[in-house]
């Protein structure tokens, strides 16, 4: 914990580049089926797979273009639903971009339950607030003004938003960041997206991804 675990905190330092993110086109039309999480933003949690996406696997979802899914996935929030869409993929962070209506989700048969969330702790990291999309694969994430317009895009169009940590927490360099207490990204950092800061708040696991409900009160730039 870096001197800080008393005080329950882990701070990152320096990781591996994950590689380049794409969609995954040649993956085809993925269809599974799961339950539906909102942490404010929409996650499936996988309880029919296939091939390619494994029971037990946990992934964002987004719309095409720079826009989300919370309208479409809100009333399924807790229900079974069948999902479809393009994969988009970076290392360990997957997202699905959804086909458009109830082509994309919709309620589906079955049971299943949203997983109970596992407490990590609170941590302090350090590194960058992006847009899930974006960086999972639709574009090549870059750097500076033009970066960040287009992250900030996607994140007011209600794309999950990501924070890429500088150093791997319980094994995932990524991580969806909402607000406290399941709030959506406060709008105070937005000022920040696309930015080398520190942060810290409270880790979860919410099925096989990790989410980070920061404390705005701790964002700062890193010097």
Not at 147 to 162: E, F, I, M, S
Not at 172 to 197: C, H, K, N, R, W
Request: hydrophobic content about 40%.
């Amino acid at each position: 914990m870096l001197g800080m675990a008393a005080a329950g905190f882990a701070l990152g330092v320096a990781q591996d580049d994950p590689g380049e993110g794409a969609f995954r086109f040649d993956y085809g039309r993925q269809t599974v089926t799961g339950v539906v999480e909102l942490t404010p933003y929409p996650l499936i949690h996988v309880t029919e797979g296939n091939d390619r996406i494994k029971a037990g696997e946990t992934f964002m979802m987004s719309a095409g273009g720079k826009s989300g899914v919370d309208g479409r996935a809100a009333p399924l929030a807790g229900q079974v639903a069948q999902v479809s869409g393009v994969m988009l993929e970076r290392g360990d962070l997957y997202m699905l971009q959804l086909r458009g209506g109830r082509n994309g989700i919709r309620a589906a048969e079955g049971s299943g339950a949203v997983p109970e969330p596992q407490d990590l702790g609170r941590w302090r990291l350090a590194g960058e607030i992006c847009d899930g999309k974006c960086l999972s694969g639709a574009m090549r994430p870059g750097r500076g003004l033009a970066h960040k317009a287009c992250a900030n895009l996607c994140l007011l169009g209600d794309v999950p938003p990501v924070f890429v940590s500088t150093q791997p927490v319980e094994g995932s360099e990524f991580l969806l960041i909402t607000g406290p207490d399941g709030t959506a990204l406060p709008e105070a950092a937005y000022d920040y997206v696309a930015q080398y800061v520190t942060v810290e708040g409270q880790v979860r696991r919410h099925g096989s991804l990790l989410v980070f409900a920061m404390d705005p009160d701790t964002l700062a730039l890193a010097p």
